[in-house]
């Protein structure tokens, strides 16, 4: 693919706050009209990414290129194509949420207003009401609702819906889906694989300021195992499990684990016994993200 698909490439990308190094040579690559899991634990780095694409902070060192721009130095232009939405939004106290709204949108040069006004309903928003007298919550829709009411081509999300309660959190995933399906590219950045697992196409990892692992989530399945419940009307002979994990196998009742990618060839090995009842469980990739976030001590004395 080449680099005109891509809305956010960043290469190599260094930052350091004193000497402590927050991104040690970051690579990412957000496609055009893609959703894109950015996902990490606490002090990972995405946050100190983020802010060095929206032209917050500048880079020690490497590329990073937002819209076909310069984050530092196309800023002005960038902010008219994109929009921002914050894990801690404040607000201007004595401002209302419609007007913040309205003010957020006319830096990314209008809003739809039909549009505002049925995202102001479906997050149960008043608009009335003053900055100061917004819960957490309240507060991270008033900048949902004015990200999503404008027409940028760009969403850059950074942990948007902590303090939504579930169903707000559902409202939300609908609204990133119509996003998406009207062209805008999101960057989606979350500690929680949940939040991002049903609306990605793919996902980067990050951890302690680089990326572990970056792909679709199907590929990203594919490295994890799928289990199998089997009871069968022969018993099947241990040797013939070799390819199986985590075999337990009692009579003609099997429990094993197998890679993804080669669940034809097992079930191939199990239809020789006759299978009388089955069940798959799909890869979690919970599993391989939990394995992803383990301390690198714990990886390396493995
Ligand atoms: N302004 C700052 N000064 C010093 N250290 C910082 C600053 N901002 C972030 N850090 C550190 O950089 C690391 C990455 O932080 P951050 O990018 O916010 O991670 P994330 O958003 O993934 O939680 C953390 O260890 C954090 O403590
Ligand atoms: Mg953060």
């Given at each position: 693919?080449?680099?005109?698909?891509?809305?956010?490439?960043?290469?190599?990308?260094?930052?350091?706050?004193?000497?402590?190094?927050?991104?040690?040579?970051?690579?990412?690559?957000?496609?055009?009209?893609?959703v894109h899991g950015?996902?990490?634990?606490?002090?990972?780095?995405?946050?100190?990414?983020?802010?060095?694409?929206?032209?917050?902070?500048?880079?020690?060192?490497?590329?990073?290129?937002?819209?076909?721009?310069?984050?530092?130095?196309?800023?002005?232009?960038?902010?008219?194509?994109?929009?921002?939405?914050?894990?801690?939004?404040?607000?201007?106290?004595?401002?209302?949420?419609?007007?913040?709204?309205?003010?957020l949108g006319a830096?990314?040069?209008?809003?739809?207003?039909?549009?505002?006004?049925?995202?102001?309903?479906?997050?149960?928003?008043?608009?009335?009401?003053?900055?100061?007298?917004?819960?957490?919550?309240?507060?991270?829709?008033?900048?949902?609702?004015?990200?999503?009411?404008?027409?940028?081509?760009?969403?850059?999300?950074?942990?948007?819906?902590?303090?939504?309660?579930?169903?707000?959190?559902?409202?939300?995933?609908?609204?990133?889906?119509?996003?998406?399906?009207?062209?805008?590219?999101?960057?989606?950045?979350?500690?929680?694989?949940?939040?991002?697992e049903s609306l990605?196409?793919?996902?980067?990892?990050?951890?302690?300021?680089?990326?572990?692992?970056?792909?679709?989530?199907?590929?990203?399945?594919?490295?994890?195992?799928?289990?199998?419940?089997?009871?069968?009307?022969?018993?099947?002979?241990?040797?013939?499990?070799?390819?199986?994990?985590?075999?337990?196998?009692?009579?003609?009742?099997?429990?094993?684990?197998?890679?993804?990618?080669?669940?034809?060839?097992?079930?191939?090995?199990?239809?020789?016994?006759?299978?009388?009842?089955?069940?798959?469980?799909?890869?979690?990739?919970?599993?391989?993200?939990?394995?992803?976030?383990?301390?690198?001590?714990?990886?390396?004395?493995?």
């Open positions: 693919m080449s680099t005109a698909d891509a809305v956010i490439e960043v290469q190599g990308l260094t930052k350091s706050y004193g000497r402590f190094q927050a991104l040690k040579s970051l690579d990412l690559r957000v496609d055009r009209g893609q950015f996902l990490g634990p606490n002090g990972a780095g995405k946050s100190t990414t983020i802010r060095v694409l929206l032209g917050l902070l500048r880079a020690d060192g490497g590329i990073a290129r937002v819209l076909d721009g310069d984050p530092w130095k196309d800023v002005v232009s960038l902010h008219r194509r994109l929009a921002y939405v914050p894990g801690d939004v404040s607000l201007w106290p004595g401002m209302t949420g419609g007007e913040a709204i309205d003010l830096l990314r040069g209008g809003l739809d207003p039909a549009r505002r006004i049925e995202l102001l309903e479906r997050f149960e928003l008043d608009p009335t009401k003053r900055g100061r007298q917004y819960s957490k919550g309240n507060k991270q829709k008033v900048a949902i609702v004015a990200a999503l009411a404008s027409n940028v081509e760009l969403l850059i999300l950074d942990e948007p819906t902590s303090g939504l309660d579930p169903l707000m959190e559902n409202v939300f995933q609908e609204v990133i889906g119509e996003a998406k399906a009207r062209g805008a590219s999101v960057l989606l950045s979350s500690h929680i694989l949940a939040e991002v990605a196409d793919r996902l980067s990892i990050i951890r302690d300021g680089r990326i572990v692992q970056t792909g679709t989530l199907s590929q990203l399945r594919g490295q994890t195992r799928t289990t199998i419940h089997a009871e069968f009307a022969h018993p099947p002979e241990t040797a013939a499990l070799a390819a199986f994990g985590d075999v337990r196998l009692d009579g003609t009742r099997l429990s094993a684990t197998v890679e993804s990618a080669r669940i034809g060839e097992a079930m191939a090995i199990l239809t020789r016994y006759r299978i009388t009842s089955l069940t798959v469980e799909p890869p979690s990739l919970e599993s391989l993200f939990l394995r992803l976030y383990e301390p690198a001590t714990a990886q390396a004395t493995r």
